[in-house]
């Protein structure tokens, strides 16, 4: 491995190791300085991911298909929102480092519920 390439895995993870601890100093707990809701936590978050992406999109030239917002907005309910507000609510009620173990084991669950749903798939 590059090591450009181990250096943007470094940052990638330390960013997403962090993000359980940033959760945990930002939802509604007596400790946290902001005391944000979890929901309130999620719109905020989503809502300055999306207004980046909008921007990276126009600067690059980019369009938004409106035809398509209706998948795209399933898409982003089940693969973002719903995650992010899961993370947030258990953040008020395990520790930070529990919840980045449990979501490690995502691709675990991934393989389990495609061998339940998805017969035709070999695994």
């Known amino acids: 491995m590059r090591p450009k390439h181990l250096a943007m895995l470094i940052v990638l993870a330390l960013i997403w190791g962090a993000s359980f601890v940033f959760i945990k100093l930002a939802v509604q707990t007596p400790s946290a300085p902001y005391n944000f809701p979890p929901l309130t936590l999620v719109g905020i978050r989503l809502g300055l991911a999306g207004l980046l992406l909008y921007g990276v999109m126009k600067f690059q030239g980019g369009s938004f298909a409106w035809s398509q917002w209706r998948g795209l907005a399933v898409i982003g309910l089940l693969n973002a929102a719903l995650p992010y507000f899961l993370f947030s609510w258990s953040g008020v009620r395990i520790d930070s480092n529990l919840a980045s173990i449990y979501n490690a084991t995502t691709p675990l669950w991934?393989?389990?519920?495609?061998s339940i749903f998805v017969r035709d798939e070999r695994l």
């Not at 991934?110 to 495609?114: A, C, K």
């Open 110 to 114: 991934t393989v389990i519920l495609i």
